[in-house]
């Protein structure tokens, strides 16, 4: 009976391995042509504080990885609102034993020439961390958090934006 489970499972990687050629991402060049030249073609304006600075940072590696410099068609407006909620208290020493960063972004994709609003939306994020009686580790802990944060903001404010303009094309 070892070889039917054996054979099973070859069959099952063979047919995995036949269909593999048959997927492609949903915004390709392919599916969506340049739609890649105007993800790249994005300009990010500065984000205040410095989980807005490591949002725009995510924010363009997002929506241009290259490195090239197009001339920008659109500018990508964010603003952003963080909140730290501690819902746990310890009650032997009356401190937070666990803390929560939620950080809100409203962005607005704005076409340069001519100017006019092509896409506006609002995305949330949250992430947790552990808080202990030490200053130092409580503040690279809720940085790390907000690192967090602003890597899983720029994800979706990017995704919702390569969706809008392929919607659009």
Same mark, same amino acid.
Not at 33 to 50: F, M, S, T, Y
């Given at each position: 009976?070892w070889?039917?489970?054996?054979?099973?499972?070859?069959?099952?990687l063979?047919?995995?391995?036949?269909?593999?050629?048959?997927? &492609?991402?949903?915004?390709?060049?392919?599916?969506?042509?340049?739609?890649?030249?105007?993800l790249q073609?994005?300009e990010?304006?500065?984000?205040?504080?410095?989980i807005?600075?490591?949002?725009?940072?995510?924010l363009i590696?997002?929506?241009?990885g290259t490195?090239?410099t197009?001339?920008p068609?659109?500018r990508?407006?964010?603003?952003?609102?963080?909140?730290i909620?501690?819902?746990?208290?310890?009650?032997?020493?009356?401190?937070?034993?666990a803390?929560?960063?939620?950080?809100?972004?409203k962005?607005?994709?704005? &076409?340069? /020439?001519?100017?006019?609003?092509?896409?506006?939306?609002e995305?949330t994020?949250?992430a947790?961390?552990d808080?202990?009686? &030490?200053?130092?580790a409580?503040l690279?802990a /809720?940085?790390?958090?907000e690192?967090?944060v602003?890597?899983?903001?720029?994800? /979706?404010i990017?995704?919702r934006?390569?969706?809008a303009?392929?919607?659009?094309g």
């Amino acid at each position: 009976m070892w070889w039917s489970d054996r054979a099973r499972g070859l069959a099952a990687l063979a047919l995995a391995l036949s269909l593999g050629g048959c997927f &492609q991402p949903l915004y390709s060049e392919a599916a969506h042509p340049g739609l890649a030249a105007d993800l790249q073609a994005i300009e990010v304006a500065p984000i205040k504080d410095r989980i807005g600075h490591y949002l725009g940072d995510d924010l363009i590696t997002s929506l241009n990885g290259t490195g090239s410099t197009p001339t920008p068609k659109y500018r990508l407006t964010v603003t952003l609102t963080q909140k730290i909620e501690t819902p746990t208290v310890e009650t032997q020493i009356n401190a937070a034993n666990a803390a929560t960063v939620i950080g809100t972004a409203k962005f607005t994709l704005t &076409q340069i /020439e001519p100017e006019k609003v092509v896409f506006q939306s609002e995305a949330t994020t949250a992430a947790v961390y552990d808080r202990t009686l &030490q200053g130092f580790a409580n503040l690279r802990a /809720e940085r790390d958090a907000e690192i967090r944060v602003a890597r899983a903001l720029a994800d /979706e404010i990017s995704l919702r934006v390569a969706a809008a303009l392929g919607a659009k094309g």
